[in-house]
Nanobody
Framework: QVRLVESGGGPVQSGGSLRLSCAVS????????MGWFRQAPGKEREGVAV???????SYADSVKGRFLISQNRTKNTLYLQMSSLKPEDTAMYYC???????????????????WGQGTQVTVSS
């Protein structure tokens, strides 16, 4: 069973940095797509960044140049390094996974069938 557990969230001031981690109990397949999503109060869940088994990455325009997604297969961990944080980055951040490739519409939550419980990131101005 695929189990995802996020950690690393917390309060941070605007301009600061945080690194989120997602512990992966088992990868969905040899070929997979994993990513980070976020949901702010009153808003829909949105894709932040994804990475596949071949290290191919994609990012939302709102985080390009500020966030970096990476993975360590030996530690079964997915990361999201967040820098230059803004108040609008405040949200619950979720780790997600699916088997096979990252689809063209990777940002759509409906593509993913494995989810973590989330970790809260709060950026103050």
């Amino acid at each position: 069973q695929v189990r995802l557990v996020e950690s690393g969230g917390g309060p941070v001031q605007s301009g600061g940095s945080l690194r989120l981690s997602c512990a992966v109990s088992r990868y969905p397949d040899n070929f997979y797509c994993m990513g980070w999503f976020r949901q702010a109060p009153g808003k829909e869940r949105e894709g932040v960044a994804v990475i596949d088994n071949g290290e191919l990455t994609s990012y939302a325009d709102s985080v390009k140049g500020r966030f970096l997604i990476s993975q360590n297969r030996t530690k079964n961990t997915l990361y999201l390094q967040m820098s230059s944080l803004k108040p609008e980055d405040t949200a619950m951040y979720y780790c997600a996974a699916k088997s096979l490739y990252c689809p063209g519409n990777w940002w759509a939550p409906s593509n993913y069938n494995h989810w973590g419980q989330g970790t809260q990131v709060t950026v103050s101005s």
